[in-house]
């Protein structure tokens, strides 16, 4: 498993776009301090974005994981093109002439793609872990670590979208035809959600109950937007009378959807990978 | 003899068109064997199929004695296909540590195989800056990082000027000379003739020969032959029994052998008959010619 790894980080460690994308992805999580510094002045009132609460354990954790899974596509990139570069480079073939197998190959993507998740998933909660030690208000170690299913969901969800990119990569064997198929892939799956919400099931729930099943939205929906939960917007929505009616949570049934979809996605790359005459 | 590779009625199909119909042949170590057939003949996709990647159809193949994973069996195996094939943005050394990894060898030979096929001195250019000259010899140089029991090319000369060519005709006869086995697939016959033992002919998928050069075709090989009196140096060869045919053209008789025959014997006996050559030259077919045979000889049938 080691070597498989470390033929994988050979591969990135020389390539310098990987290492830009993936310097800047982890430079832009550490930004989510700067949102610390945000001021307004609306004429006398001065409103500083961390007062509001959004540095508070263990809000924190949902907020910082919500924010930092955004900035995934980064690294997406990087895994589309180092699965499709083996392509267009015609390195996957030597590889395996040289002695891999196409399951090792496989392997060591999917090792590499799994890896990346858990360092950014140490890194966003180092990171988070600071600033919250800076502004949030309460700092029990029993309330600083409550909620950690969060970065459990975080880590679930960047391994599964990067499963999809690294099959998407190996599908169409083009970097900037594979991620335009993933954004493709993503209006699709919102028109399906359309219809169904609106034209076959209308007024019901089974719209959003099949929806929660395909890759992307499953994967949108492990983490649940945060700033509705923010104390401040609350307070606003109550007194314009109405009440958000949300439930925040991690449900082991939608990881179980997303860890399901991660498993098929190795699968697929990996039955394509061995059908294909290269 | 030690077999390295064999093959049983191995078939590849795309579609309808067959690439590869029913091959079998075996390779044993210490010789150098060559693939030849023309263009799109099948060599690169029988080559493909034992390198683990192309999907075979049906047909078996075996590596060493058989009991190895194919991906396993390829790491005492060095090869090159068509073209080669590096990661463009590391630098030569780099490119062969990674292969190192891949095949579990240890990085100490990068050196000593870039100095063999010239490129020490550039261990440390990116790839992307090589000419197609050095990026096949760099290839050969990664073929042999694992001291590999059986070295495959395929086409290695394609493309290159002719001092390219030369240069890896020279790697490739100081590595046979080495005693490394090597299975080299070309259309070019004087390559094959130049550098193999044995050979393997193969057309539209389909073995024609297979088994050392020089036994292509059983014939003993021919005289050129000149004198003052032509018409009689013709009635002569044909009254002699181990001359099966004789021809003229430009001025020379051909005469081809039914038996071995020294070039003495035959003159010999034609000045006891009263004549005098004025040239004599013993020739075998050359490959080219064989091979010319052989191909028009089964499209005939």
């Known amino acids: ?278 | 003899m030690e077999t390295i590779l064999s093959l049983k009625d191995l078939t590849k199909k795309y579609g309808t068109l067959t690439a590869v119909d029913n091959l079998s042949f075996t390779i044993e170590k210490g010789n150098v064997y060559g693939i030849l057939g023309p263009n799109g003949s099948g060599k690169s996709t029988t080559l493909g199929m034992v390198l683990n990647v192309v999907n075979k159809t049906s047909g078996e193949f075996a590596w060493f004695s058989g009991n190895m994973d194919t991906h396993e069996a390829l790491k005492k195996v060095g090869a090159i296909i068509e073209h080669p094939n590096f990661y463009p943005y590391m630098t030569a050394a780099q490119n062969l540590a990674l292969v190192c990894k891949i095949k579990d060898v240890p990085k100490s030979k990068i050196d000593e195989k870039l100095e063999i096929v010239g490129l020490l001195d550039r261990k440390d250019s990116k790839f992307r800056t090589f000419s197609l000259g050095m990026k096949q010899r760099l290839a050969i140089a990664s073929a042999l990082l694992n001291d590999p029991k059986i070295l495959i090319l395929d086409e290695p000369t394609n493309g290159l000027d002719p001092q390219g060519i030369h240069q890896i005709r020279e790697i490739i006869r100081k590595i046979a000379a080495g005693g490394t086995t090597i299975l080299l697939a070309s259309h070019l016959l004087d390559e094959v003739e130049k550098v193999c033992s044995h050979v393997v002919i193969i057309r539209n998928g389909k073995k024609l020969y297979s088994g050392p050069v020089d036994a292509i075709n059983a014939s003993h090989g021919f005289f050129e032959l000149q004198a003052k009196n032509m018409q009689l140096l013709q009635e002569l060869l044909i009254a002699h029994p181990g001359i099966e045919n004789v021809s003229e053209k430009e001025n020379i008789v051909t005469a081809i052998l039914r038996e071995p025959m020294e070039a003495e014997t035959i003159n010999e006996y034609l000045f006891e008959k009263g004549l005098s050559l004025s040239y004599l030259v013993k020739r075998k077919e050359s490959l080219e010619e064989q091979f010319l045979q052989l191909t028009n000889q089964t499209t005939s049938v």
């Not at chain 1, 180092?82 to 002439?97: A, D, F, G």
């Open chain 1, 1 to 278: 498993m080691l070597r498989l790894l470390e033929i994988e980080y050979h591969k990135l460690r020389y390539s310098r776009s990987a290492k830009i994308l993936v310097f800047t992805y982890f430079i832009l999580i550490t930004f989510i301090a700067l949102i610390a510094s945000i001021e307004f002045n609306l004429g006398a009132i001065n409103f500083r974005v961390a007062d509001q609460g959004i540095f508070n354990f263990p809000y924190i954790w949902h907020f910082n994981s919500y924010i930092a899974a955004l900035l995934k596509l980064f690294l997406a990139i990087v895994i589309v093109s180092m699965m499709s570069n083996e392509y267009s480079n015609r390195t996957l073939k030597q590889n395996l002439i040289d002695g891999l197998s196409k399951k090792e190959f496989i392997a060591s993507k999917f090792l590499t793609v799994t890896v990346f998740s858990l360092i950014s998933t140490l890194f966003l909660f180092i990171v988070s872990l600071i600033l919250g030690l800076s502004f949030s208000d309460f700092t029990e170690a029993s309330i600083i670590f409550s909620d950690m299913e969060y970065m459990i969901a975080y880590f679930v969800k960047l391994t599964g979208f990067f499963a999809f990119c690294m099959f998407l990569g190996i599908l169409i064997k083009r970097s900037a035809f594979a991620l335009g198929f993933l954004f493709i892939w993503w209006i699709l799956e919102s028109i399906v959600y359309g219809v169904l919400k609106w034209q076959i099931f209308r007024d019901s729930e089974i719209a959003d109950n099949i929806a929660r099943f395909f890759p992307l939205e499953s994967m949108s929906n492990l983490i649940k937007e945060p700033f509705s939960r923010l104390s401040a917007v609350q307070t606003a929505a109550t007194q314009l009378g109405s009440e958000f009616d949300k439930d925040y949570g991690i449900h082991w049934d939608q990881l179980l959807i997303v860890i399901f979809w991660t498993a098929i996605f190795v699968f697929l790359s990996y039955s394509l990978l061995k059908k294909r005459d290269l």
